[in-house]
């Protein structure tokens, strides 16, 4: 029986307090051109945002920038805006608007296979805005040539000079890489060396996945799109950077190459996961990804391969519900294809509450400490 071990990033190996202070950071850049400089968001509403299953700063900084732009123009009555939220936003500031108190983001159902943002836009959330400029806003959230929040965001995140380096567009600011600075380990050195033991002495086969951009799959063909490494930095601030990887570069790189949307294979589709699951039990990179798309073209076909043992244990480690509802997704094809699959589903809760809640109304076994996670699943204590 072989034991596999898919860990997301954020929440679970890393602290991700760079992408949080990016989003606060880009958040009030937006507000200060609104001319509202004194804007602050609450921390409650971004653990909303969470609990609801909306985990990515690429969906949270939309949607809490067109909260922003609402509130306003609710109170304003309706004005011709330009589509481009940056220039909106300096309109806006013409009003001299007082700040909101609270800001709201509407609840909305999620659909697979598209992002949060999206899924917003098509359920008409942010009515006070121009059509152009809510579109503008909700769409195309992953493309920093496309979508003003995230070419922004992602200046702070990897910084000024960084972000000139990786995309060749001038930034709007002058900062720091915040991944750098903010960033920090969720596992302390024991907890590390006990998982990485397990790792190394062929205990479980493990591999991350995560919504963060990474580089392409290796042995690509380059494409002359830009792949920030944000998912393998983070594996080297917790000390593994060789563990297997299956992050949003490495899904960009195949779906454009089949011509998909890539939405269709991030969590909480089951595409991550299976693929996640091939690399940990050593498929190379490319060639997983190539058939998990070659299933999602054809999933009325058995997905076989050599590299999967007829019996598994499939383990979890996440902190949103996304990584869960992949693994469990990919248990189900795994299973109909022939393989005995048991899955288990571990939540890092980190001591919040509303994690706690969220994962636990869903049958999620909840750890607050990854000592607590380890024991629980027998991994041996370091010698």
């Keep these: 029986m072989k034991r596999i071990l898919l ?3 954020d929440g679970v190996l890393v602290r991700p307090l760079g992408y949080r202070a990016a989003l606060r950071a880009s958040l009030a850049t937006f507000a200060a051109w609104m001319g509202c400089d004194s804007f602050q968001v609450e921390e409650a509403l971004i653990s909303e945002l969470e609990a609801q299953g909306i985990s990515s700063e690429f969906d949270m900084l939309p949607l ?3 909260a922003l732009f609402d509130a306003i123009l609710a109170t304003s009555g309706p004005l011709v805006l330009s589509a481009d939220p940056e220039q909106a936003a300096h309109q806006v500031a013409a009003l001299q608007p007082q700040p909101p108190r609270h800001l709201q983001v509407p609840t909305f159902p999620l659909q697979e296979g598209i992002f949060p943002a999206e899924a917003a836009y098509r359920n008409g959330i942010y009515p006070h805005l121009p059509e152009e400029l809510r579109r503008s806003l909700l769409l195309n959230t992953r493309d920093v040539f496309q979508s003003a929040t995230t070419r922004l965001f992602q200046q702070y995140v990897l910084g000024s000079r960084r972000f000139g380096e990786v995309y060749g ?3 709007q600011v002058q900062a720091p890489a915040y991944l750098q600075i903010y960033d920090q380990p969720l596992l302390d050195s024991i907890c590390r060396t006990r998982l990485e033991n397990a790792w190394r002495r062929g205990e479980i086969r493990a591999a991350a996945m995560t919504a963060r951009p990474s580089l392409p799959p290796r042995g690509a063909t380059s494409d002359g799109e830009p792949y920030p490494p944000e998912a393998e930095a983070a594996l080297e601030l917790i000390g593994l950077p060789d563990l ?6 490495k899904l ?5 190459q089949a011509k998909l949307a890539v939405e269709s294979l991030l969590k909480p589709a089951p595409a ?3 693929a996640a699951t091939l690399v ?5 990179e490319l060639p997983a990804l190539e058939r998990v798309v070659a299933w999602l073209r054809q999933p009325s076909q058995a997905l076989r391969c050599e590299h999967l043992p007829e019996q598994m244990e499939l383990h979890v480690v996440e902190d949103t519900l996304g990584g869960i509802r992949s693994a469990r997704a990919a248990a189900t094809v795994l299973q109909q294809s022939g393989y005995s699959v048991c899955v288990y589903a571990w939540g890092l809760t980190d001591g919040t509450p509303l994690k706690r809640e969220t994962l636990a109304r869903h049958g999620v076994n909840c750890c607050d400490t990854w000592e607590e996670i380890l024991d629980q699943m027998g991994l041996s204590e370091v010698r």
């Design 244 to 249: 297997p990887l299956v992050g949003l570069g």
């Design 169 to 171: 567009l001038p930034a």
């Design 272 to 274: 991550q996961a299976l």
């Design 280 to 284: 940990a039990l050593g498929e190379d």
């Design 7 to 9: 860990l997301d990033i």
């Design 252 to 256: 960009a790189y195949v779906a454009r």
């Design 64 to 66: 809490l920038v067109g």
